[in-house]
């Protein structure tokens, strides 16, 4: 019999309202920010941004946000939590973009003269949808499959070698995984400047991953000490 079931039958028995209770822990607000950032990364990616001599989308620096998130996640309450956080993430996306493509379609008011703007910023490109969801949802897994996996030899100490190593790994197969299904789409057509996409990519994100360290190894103490870890 579960804990306190007795109190809820008698609650029942005696026609009082019942409701469940909810668990206070910061795993529910930490998933909210986590599929949240994925939503709003791939409305902002569709915008083209220049600074200076780079050219960015206007996602750039939110990136770094779900990863650290992921991180916080994966080491403070193991994989499959992890894992039910980047499923739901996941087809949260996919509900977003069918519900785009609904209101899309869907016979404008008479007074509305904004569907062709709405249809450029929401209607993303299939193939750009297509390689951000597969490259998420490889990379985050992988990311916190490999931090788990180190911190079950590493125990408690080196969290930086477990940080950094999932870092790697997640990053190179989601960076891999989007810029092969994205490339034909944004006109690479060559190997070598497929291979500098993916490289230049990779490279940038795990240095930012490497720079944020300490913030992430904040977070991760933070929660620490009040999940009573």
């Not at 008698?10 to 994925?38: C, D, M, N, W």
């Not at 770094?64 to 039910?84: H, K, M, N, W």
């Not at 788990?148 to 995984?177: H, N, P, Q, Y």
Request: hydrophobic share 50%; proline share 4%.
């Amino acid at each position: 019999m579960r804990p306190g079931s007795g109190q809820g039958v008698a609650a029942a028995a005696s026609g009082k309202p019942r409701h469940i209770e909810i668990q206070r822990s910061f795993y529910t607000p930490l998933v909210v920010v986590f599929v949240v950032v994925f939503l709003i990364s791939n409305i902002n990616a569709t915008k083209g941004v220049e600074i200076g001599p780079f050219v960015l989308d206007g996602a750039f620096f939110l990136f770094p946000i779900a990863y650290v998130v992921g991180d916080v996640l994966s080491e403070c309450f193991g994989f499959q939590a992890t894992r039910r956080a980047i499923f739901l993430g996941f087809g949260c996306m996919i509900l977003a973009v069918v519900s785009f493509y609904i209101a899309i379609y869907l016979p404008q008011a008479s007074f509305y003269e904004g569907q062709d703007a709405f249809a450029a910023t929401l209607g993303l490109v299939p193939q750009i949808v297509a390689a951000s969801l597969a490259g998420y949802l490889v990379g985050q897994l992988l990311n916190s499959w490999t931090l788990v996996k180190i911190k079950a030899r590493t125990g408690e100490k080196s969290m930086w070698a477990r940080l950094i190593g999932s870092t790697i790994v997640g990053e190179f197969g989601d960076t891999l995984i989007f810029c092969t299904i994205a490339a034909p789409v944004i006109g690479i057509d060559s190997g070598g400047a497929f291979v500098n996409y993916v490289a230049v990519g990779f490279v940038w994100k795990t240095l930012i991953e490497v720079v944020l360290l300490p913030v992430t190894y904040s977070a991760i103490g933070w929660v620490k000490r009040r999940e009573d870890y």
